[in-house]
């Protein structure tokens, strides 16, 4: 089975420029997170998805951060325009949602570095 | 606002010997209590997860302790060998639609051959 799929793997951005990240979940997983890890710290989510839908964005900065889930399965996150505490890797994660109950397993991809200059 | 909090911050261990992380918890709607293990450059994934209801479970070398009164619960690796070397972060998931992930801040195991 294939695992979630970010490209790319690597960014260095000057400050005030844009990026932006893909995301290709497990087919099948209804639910997809985008999570912000901080050097040194756990990972703090920034959005999630159920299908094509946002659940929660409530700790994504609008004012600079967007993301969408086209057609249901695979996602873009958005910085425009990025600042030096930007620098950070983004996660992607899915999960099959709320049909796989309490025990409902998110699987992370391998990031994406993001070094804001 | 850190609702799982987590030590110890990085750990040295000799092979063979037990390894130990804590974490504690503040809000009672948690309900799901995974541990997730991290290599360098990868994502984490999913190591042993326990239900409130349960005050031990065990898996191979890995078990996890949950003390549902104070809140708190622990990782214990057993045999502990140079490939358990990673970072280790405890997670909470709380009841409701979401059943979003807060995690702890992460504990950096170095077991030393």
């Known amino acids: 089975e294939a695992g979630v799929a970010q490209s790319p793997r690597y960014k260095i951005i000057e400050k005030r420029q844009s990026v932006a990240f893909w995301c290709n979940p497990i087919?099948?997983?209804?639910?997809l997170y985008w999570y912000q890890q901080i050097l040194g710290q756990g990972p703090k989510l920034l959005i999630q998805?159920?299908?094509?839908?946002?659940?929660?964005d409530s700790q994504l900065p609008k004012d600079r951060f967007s993301a969408e889930r086209l057609k249901g399965v695979d996602s873009t996150l958005k910085i425009q325009p990025a600042k030096l505490e930007d620098s950070a890797v983004y996660l992607c994660?899915?999960?099959?949602?709320?049909?796989?109950?309490?025990?409902?397993?998110?699987?992370f991809g391998p990031g994406t570095r993001l070094t804001v200059l | 606002q850190q609702q799982v909090k987590q030590s110890p911050q990085s750990l040295i261990v000799q092979k063979g010997g037990i390894s130990i992380i804590n974490c504690a918890y503040e809000n009672t709607a948690f309900d799901y209590f995974p541990w997730y293990q991290q290599f360098p450059g990868k994502g984490p994934a999913l190591l042993i997860a326990?239900?409130?209801?349960?005050s031990e479970k065990k898996e191979g070398r890995f078990t996890i302790s949950f003390n549902k009164s104070a809140k708190q619960f622990s990782l214990h690796i057993m045999d502990s060998q140079p490939g358990d070397s990673a970072t280790y972060f405890c997670?909470?998931?709380?009841?409701?639609?979401?059943?979003?992930?807060?995690f702890g801040s992460g504990t950096q195991l170095t077991v030393l051959p």
């Open positions: 087919s099948g997983h209804a639910t």
């Open positions: 998805f159920q299908n094509n839908g946002v659940v929660d």
């Open positions: 326990i239900r409130p209801d349960v």
């Open positions: 994660a899915s999960s099959l949602g709320s049909l796989a109950g309490v025990t409902d397993t998110q699987y």
């Open positions: 997670a909470a998931k709380r009841a409701g639609s979401a059943r979003q992930l807060t």
